[in-house]
């Protein structure tokens, strides 16, 4: 009985470990699922570093738009196609 048991002993210790280490790297926690979160995290971050920029500029927009009465003519003019009276707009098609 001993003698079976010193036998099976290293195979049972070496399948826990086995078991252990697939765990361990596998897991809900594991390591793959941590980096696989790190990588999440970084891609997150740089969204939000480009959507605060974005605000920033859009922000700046609206105080220039507010601010400046040329800003808000060539506002109009870029996005809404508008023109002064004595102006004429000429649109050219791909």
């Not at 697939?22 to 969204?47: P, W």
């Not at 507010?66 to 060539?74: A, C, D, L, M």
């Amino acid at each position: 009985m001993i003698e079976q048991l010193k036998h099976r002993l290293p195979l049972l210790l070496g399948g826990f470990i086995l078991i252990t280490l697939f765990f361990t790297a596998f897991g809900e926690k594991g390591l793959y699922k941590i980096y696989k979160l790190k990588k999440e995290l970084t891609r997150l971050n740089q969204k939000r570093i480009f959507l605060e920029k974005n605000n920033r500029e859009f922000s700046q927009n609206i105080s220039n738009m507010k601010k400046e009465k040329t800003f808000q003519e060539h506002s109009a003019r870029e996005t809404l196609g508008m023109a002064k009276d004595d102006e004429i707009i000429y649109e050219f098609s791909d």
